[in-house]
C-alpha cells in the first residue's frame, strides 16, 4: 500500500501550522510553528519569552528577604520548593545551622508541593488525552494541599513560605492535623486514581511511544527531575546532593526505560507515592512543638512585640529591613529537587544589601529545547501530550 | 577509586599547565578560571577522558563586572554524574571583544542557554548555529543584564530614595 510517506519529497506540499501562543492544549503561552506532512510533524521551532518578567534583574535590586516572591512565579505549581531553595542558597552563603525540626518541617510542605505539582501533571495528561474525571477528582486534593499551605503562611499559590532561618511562625495544631489527614485521604484518592488511568486501554495506547527520549539525548539535552528518570537515569538532587536532612529519609528512586509519555506519567505517579512516605517519616519524626527557626538574628527577623520593647530587637530589625547586615563575599550554588527537575540558584554576593548576580538554574527552559526533536516525525496529537507530559511551567521557562 | 576534585585539579594542570589562570574553592564548588581561548578544548577534554567523564552541563550564565579590566564573564558548570562530582569554569575577556566559542558542539543544551546569555549581556557565541534573541524582543537593542542598565527608569524625579541607603 502507498501511504503518503513513499511520496518524494520534492512533490510533497508542506502545511504550516501555528500551535499557540494561546492554545487551550499549550496551558501556557508556548508558540511553536509546525511544518506538517499531513498529520506528521516534520519540523517544528519554538518561541518563547511571552511573559519573561526579568527576575534574574529585578533580584539585583531587591534585599535578600525579598526574593522569595520572585521565586514564587517561576514554577508556580510547587512554588514552596522554590521558596525553600533560595533560603537554603542563603543560608548556605551565611553558614546557618538549622535545627532538624525546621528541616523536617520543611521537608514536609517541600513534599506537599511535589505532590502538588506531579499530581497536576499527571491529571493534565489525563485530560489532553481525554479523560477528564481524573483531573477533578485529583483537583480537590490539591485544595487540600493549598489550605495546609493557607494554614501554614497565609497564601495559596504564590505562598512566599518560610524565611531565611526557618519559617515565619510555627505550625499551629490544624495545620499538623490537615497534613495527617491529607496523608491518610490522599493515599486512598492517589490510588483510585492511578486505576482510571495506569491500564486504561485508550490511555495506554495514546502514551506509551509517544515523544520518547532516550538516556543519552536526555542527558546531553540537560534534562533533570521526572523528565530524566523516566529515561532510565537515576539522578535525584535529593539523594545526589542531600540538602535539608533528606539524608534522614528512606524513599526510592523511580525510573522509566523509554522516556516517553507513559513512563514520565508512572515516574510522577510512583514518586507520589515516594513523597507520601517521606511525608509521613517525617510527621513521626517531628516534635509537634520546638524551635521553628535557626538562631541568627541578622536575618531573621524579631518577633513585633519585641522590637517594640527591646532595643536589640529593634536594631536587628532595622538593619534586616534597611539591609545593613553584612554579608559574607563569595559565591554559592545552591540546587533543590524542584517539581520538574534540578532547581539551581547561582548567586554571587559582593557584601551589600542586594546579590549582585542571581542566576536561575531553570529545569523548564532547559529542557523544553528538546521539544523540537522529541515531536519530530510524531503525530500533532502526540505532540499535545508530550508537551503536558514534560510538564513545562510557563513562568519558569520564562523567568 | 572515586573522583575528587584534587584529582581533577591534577589532571587539568598535566594537561593544560598555564591556561588555568586560578584555582579556587568557593563552598563546595572547585572553581577553575580559564582562558578564554581554552575553554572549548578544555570541556571537551574534560567531557571525553576516561577518568573525568563531565559529560553534563548543569548551567551557564554571563556575568558583568563594570570596573574590572575584563568586564564580562562566563560561568560553566558541570557535572559528572557517575562519580557525583561537579565543577565551576569560569573566563573573563574585554567588552569591546565579547566572542566566546560555542558549546553546542559538545551540549545540545549549550544552545538555548548560549541564546540567552547573547540576549542578556550581549556576549557572541562564534559558530552557534542559531544566535538570535530568546526572551527580549528582537528589535531590542541593548542587552539588559549588563550593570549600566538600572532597572528604574532613571529619568523618574519623582522618587527620592536616598533616605532609604539606595543611591
Known amino acids: 500500500m502507498e501511504t503518503i510517506l513513499d511520496i518524494p519529497i520534492h512533490e510533497k506540499e508542506y502545511s504550516y501550522l501555528n500551535l499557540g501562543p494561546t492554545h487551550p492544549a499549550t496551558h501556557g503561552i508556548f508558540q511553536n510553528v509546525l511544518k506538517m506532512d499531513g498529520e506528521r510533524i516534520v519540523e517544528s521551532e519554538s518561541t518563547i519569552g511571552y511573559i519573561h518578567r526579568a527576575f534574574e534583574k529585578l533580584a539585583e535590586r531587591k534585599p535578600f528577604y525579598q526574593i522569595p516572591p520572585i521565586t514564587d512565579r517561576m514554577n508556580y505549581c510547587s512554588s514552596p520548593i522554590n521558596n525553600m531553595g533560595w533560603h537554603m542558597t542563603v543560608e548556605k552563603l551565611i553558614g546557618a545551622e538549622i535545627p532538624k525540626r525546621v528541616q523536617y518541617m520543611r521537608i514536609i510542605i517541600m513534599e506537599l508541593a511535589r505532590i502538588a505539582d506531579h499530581l497536576i501533571c499527571n491529571s493534565v495528561i489525563g485530560v489532553d488525552s481525554g479523560a477528564l474525571t481524573g483531573y477533578f477528582y485529583l483537583f480537590e486534593q490539591r485544595e487540600a494541599i493549598y489550605e495546609i499551605y493557607e494554614e501554614i503562611c497565609g497564601a495559596r499559590l504564590t505562598t512566599n513560605i518560610g524565611r531565611i532561618g526557618g519559617f515565619e511562625r510555627d505550625f499551629n495544631e490544624t495545620t499538623w492535623r490537615k497534613i495527617e489527614n491529607f496523608v491518610d485521604v490522599y493515599s486512598k484518592v492517589l490510588a483510585e486514581f492511578e486505576t482510571l488511568l495506569n491500564r486504561n486501554r485508550i490511555f495506554v495506547d495514546r502514551c506509551v511511544g509517544a515523544g520518547p527520549i532516550n538516556a543519552e539525548r536526555a542527558l546531553n539535552y540537560g534534562f533533570t527531575g521526572p523528565n530524566l528518570r523516566a529515561a532510565g537515569v537515576d539522578y535525584d538532587v535529593r539523594v545526589a546532593y542531600p540538602y535539608s536532612g533528606y539524608e534522614d529519609f528512606d524513599f526510592n528512586i523511580p525510573v522509566g526505560t523509554n522516556g516517553d509519555t507513559y513512563d514520565r506519567y508512572m515516574v510522577r505517579s510512583q514518586e507520589m507515592w515516594e513523597s507520601l512516605k517521606i511525608i509521613k517519616q517525617a510527621l513521626q519524626k517531628c516534635e509537634r512543638t520546638g524551635p521553628f527557626h535557626a538562631d541568627i538574628p541578622d536575618f531573621y527577623l524579631p518577633p513585633k512585640e519585641e522590637v517594640y520593647t527591646s532595643m536589640e530587637a529593634l536594631i536587628y530589625h532595622f538593619k534586616i529591613v534597611m539591609g545593613e547586615t553584612d554579608k559574607p563575599i563569595g559565591e554559592v550554588y545552591h540546587s533543590v529537587e524542584g517539581g520538574n527537575g534540578e532547581l539551581g540558584f547561582y548567586l554571587v554576593c559582593d557584601g551589600g544589601r542586594q546579590p549582585y548576580r542571581l542566576h536561575f538554574r531553570r529545569p523548564c527552559f532547559i529542557y523544553y529545547q528538546a521539544y523540537g526533536e522529541m515531536i519530530k516525525n510524531g503525530f500533532l496529537s502526540d505532540a499535545i501530550l508530550t508537551l503536558s507530559s514534560m510538564n513545562v511551567i510557563a513562568g519558569e521557562l520564562d523567568a | ?167
Open chain 2, 1 to 167: 577509586m572515586a573522583l575528587t576534585t584534587d584529582r581533577v585539579t591534577e589532571k587539568l594542570k598535566e594537561k593544560f599547565g598555564d591556561d588555568i589562570i586560578d584555582i579556587t574553592l568557593n563552598y563546595d564548588f572547585m572553581t577553575y578560571t580559564l582562558k578564554r581561548e581554552r575553554i572549548i578544548e578544555v570541556i571537551r577534554f574534560l567531557y571525553d577522558d576516561e577518568e573525568l567523564k563531565f559529560q553534563f552541563l548543569t548551567t551557564m550564565c554571563g556575568m558583568h563586572f563594570p570596573d574590572a579590566k575584563e568586564q564580562l564573564g562566563m560561568v560553566y558548570q558541570l557535572h559528572n554524574m557517575y562519580e557525583n562530582v561537579r565543577i565551576r569554569l569560569k573566563i573573563f575577556f574585554p567588552i569591546e571583544d565579547a566572542n566566546v566559542p560555542t558549546l553546542t558542539g559538545i551540549f545540545s543544551t549549550a544552545n538555548w542557554m548560549e541564546r540567552e546569555t547573547y540576549d542578556f549581556f550581549g556576549i557572541i557565541f562564534t559558530g552557534h548555529p542559531n544566535m538570535k534573541r530568546i526572551l527580549n524582543i528582537d528589535d531590542m537593542d541593548y542587552f539588559p543584564m549588563r550593570k549600566e542598565y538600572a532597572i528604574e527608569d532613571a529619568t523618574r524625579t519623582d522618587k527620592d530614595d536616598t533616605m532609604f541607603g539606595r543611591e
